[in-house]
């Protein structure tokens, strides 16, 4: 039986710390283990987008997808450390600027994505950031990300933007957004901040309240192909950044809520 990258992500993701190799082949298929194949590190907000472009991408280059799955900072420290990851996508500018001496090209913005508040589908819908820091001091847990992270920068700046404060005591941090949705889909949380697309995937699970525009709510995301001491894969790296820039490539961000220039 064929395992696609979709069946296997929900295991890598729930994994997000470690360097965990995710492939959409087995031997038996057309692009089996005997076949080229390349890792593709991106951030959590991606997972469902990247499955799927690394599924079309697998079909028309016969070139099997390692997808590694975590917060964008998460990957950077893998990459520094020695992990072999062919291209990365990370969910800001600020992450990708630390493999600057890594990278092959300048790396291309591809998406922008835009932080919302979400709440329990059960619980009180919250509407603002106000309302959320009046869950806070009630008692209730507000999910986070790790300030390390894009989306807990993002959420910190618009915190402060708004000039709204919630007591560290009362925040639970995670470690990539989807670590920070769940925590809100499950109830441990009576609210949090994560990307649009998490919310979109997240459905009927969790309450989404868009934010006051004038906040910096907003990421954009960048790919590279990455420097490797054996360059086996510069080829299929490439392709898959072209793929990602492509309109096939724009088709599916945009159908998981990712906004395009």
């Given at each position: 039986m064929v395992t696609s990258v979709r069946s296997v992500l929900v295991i890598c993701?729930?994994?997000?710390?470690?360097?965990?190799?995710?492939?959409?082949?087995?031997?038996?298929d057309a692009a089996g283990d005997d076949a080229a194949r390349i890792t593709v590190s991106a951030a959590a907000s991606l997972t469902d987008a990247f499955t799927e472009i690394?599924?079309?991408?697998?079909?028309?280059?016969s070139t099997n997808v390692d997808l590694n799955i975590a917060g964008s900072s998460t990957l950077v420290e893998q990459v520094l450390r020695g992990a072999p990851v062919d291209v990365f996508a990370s969910a800001d500018a600020v992450q990708m600027e630390r493999l600057a001496?890594?990278?092959?090209?300048?790396?291309?913005?591809?998406?922008?994505?835009?932080?919302?508040?979400?709440?329990?589908?059960?619980?009180?819908?919250l509407t603002s950031l106000g309302d959320l820091a009046q869950a806070a001091d009630s008692g209730g847990v507000v999910s986070l990300c790790e300030v390390s992270v894009p989306c807990g920068r993002l959420a910190e700046e618009s915190l402060a933007a708004a000039d709204v404060v919630i007591p560290e005591t009362r925040v639970s941090r995670a470690p990539n957004v989807r670590a920070a949705l769940r925590s809100v889909v499950s109830g441990d949380s009576v609210g949090g901040l994560v990307y649009?697309?998490?919310s979109l995937a997240a459905g009927d699970s969790v309450h989404s309240s868009e934010l006051d525009p004038e906040l910096p709510a907003s990421t954009e995301y960048l790919i590279a192909p990455l420097i490797q001491s054996e360059p086996r894969?510069?080829?299929a790296a490439g392709q898959f950044v072209e793929l990602v820039l492509s309109?096939?490539?724009?088709?599916?961000?945009?159908?998981?809520?990712?906004t395009l220039d």
């Open positions: 993701a729930a994994g997000v710390t470690v360097f965990a190799s995710c492939s959409n082949s087995t031997s038996g690394a599924e079309v991408f697998t079909e028309q280059q001496d890594h990278t092959s090209g300048t790396p291309s913005v591809f998406a922008e994505n835009h932080l919302v508040l979400v709440s329990p589908e059960n619980g009180r819908a649009r697309t998490d894969n510069d080829r309109e096939r490539g724009r088709e599916i961000l945009k159908s998981w809520g990712f």
